[in-house]
């Protein structure tokens, strides 16, 4: 390491070289971003053809949060977790796979993970995963995480 920037990316992002990075890592982070979609833009110019964005983002179809939406009708915000009270964004399987084709990202691993845990939880969701021929499966894990490849030919043919 020859450098370090401190401050958050809209701070230093000038600071970066164009085209440079084979590898940007955003555990818990593009959730945090008031405006993602300006954020991905930016980095994308900062990422070299063919290189890796790996990232983790909370799952808002999480059991817990459909439970608390849908039967105790609540939108409580915490310290922790997907309900995080600094979440500024909140995505989806289908919206953060929406969101990496519409930024030139071409999906090479996606996963749920820290999958549901303690036992009657399970049992309860699972109940209603296989109720639902398992298109509910993704409400087992509260966050995804992926790597995805970015393809500058597709983000120059969408310019």
Request: with cysteine; net charge positive.
């Amino acid at each position: 390491m020859h450098r370090i920037l401190v401050g958050d990316f809209g701070a230093v992002q000038d600071e970066l070289p164009d085209g440079y990075f084979d590898l940007v890592v955003c555990n818990d982070v593009i959730e945090h971003m008031p405006d993602h979609d300006a954020f991905l833009e930016s980095l994308t110019h900062k990422m070299r053809d063919g290189a890796y964005l790996v990232a983790s983002i909370p799952n808002m179809r999480y059991y817990y949060c459909l439970r608390e939406l849908l039967l105790r009708k609540e939108w409580v915000y915490q310290d922790h977790g997907v309900m995080d009270r600094t979440h500024l964004r909140f995505f989806t399987e289908r919206s953060i796979r929406r969101m990496l084709t519409d930024h030139a990202f071409e999906i090479d691993r996606f996963s749920g993970i820290n999958r549901l845990r303690g036992l009657r939880r399970v049992l309860r969701a699972m109940f209603f995963v296989l109720l639902t021929f398992g298109y509910y499966r993704d409400i087992l894990f509260p966050q995804f995480a992926f790597r995805a490849i970015f393809r500058r030919q597709t983000a120059d043919a969408k310019s």
